[in-house]
Nanobody, 116 residues
Framework: QVQLVESGGGLVQAGGSLRLSCAAS????????MGWYRQAPGKQRELVAT???????NYADSVKGRFTIIRDSAKNTVYLQMNSLKPEDTGVYYC??????????WGKGTLVTVSS
């Protein structure tokens, strides 16, 4: 079982920045991919960014050039640096971790609200 603790959400004006953090309880050697998904009101959950144990990253087209995913394996933590935020970035952001056995774990989510 992997416990995920997210932090860093909040209210920010358009053009501002936020940094999300997600700390995983599991030993780093068992974790494969870490990432962030988000769900806007009335919409399906969508991928924001992921990073593998080897450091390969994947971003949604809508956030490329604005968001950066960072992984600190020593701390079992993944960060999402969000710059130039837009109102359409508003939603609940969920941390996701995949272990090498294939099991996927989700955090409880942290709310990001971007005002225009």
């Amino acid at each position: 079982q992997v416990q995920l603790v997210e932090s860093g959400g909040g209210l920010v004006q358009a053009g501002g920045s936020l940094r999300l953090s997600c700390a995983a309880s599991k030993n780093a050697f068992t974790i494969n991919t870490m990432g962030w998904y988000r769900q806007a009101p009335g919409k399906q959950r969508e991928l924001v960014a992921t990073i593998t144990s080897g450091g390969s990253t994947n971003y949604a087209d809508s956030v490329k050039g604005r968001f950066t995913i960072i992984r600190d394996s020593a701390k079992n933590t993944v960060y999402l640096q969000m710059n130039s935020l837009k109102p359409e970035d508003t939603g609940v952001y969920y941390c996701m971790v995949t272990v090498f056995s294939g099991i996927v774990y989700w955090g409880k989510g942290t709310l990001v609200t971007v005002s225009s």
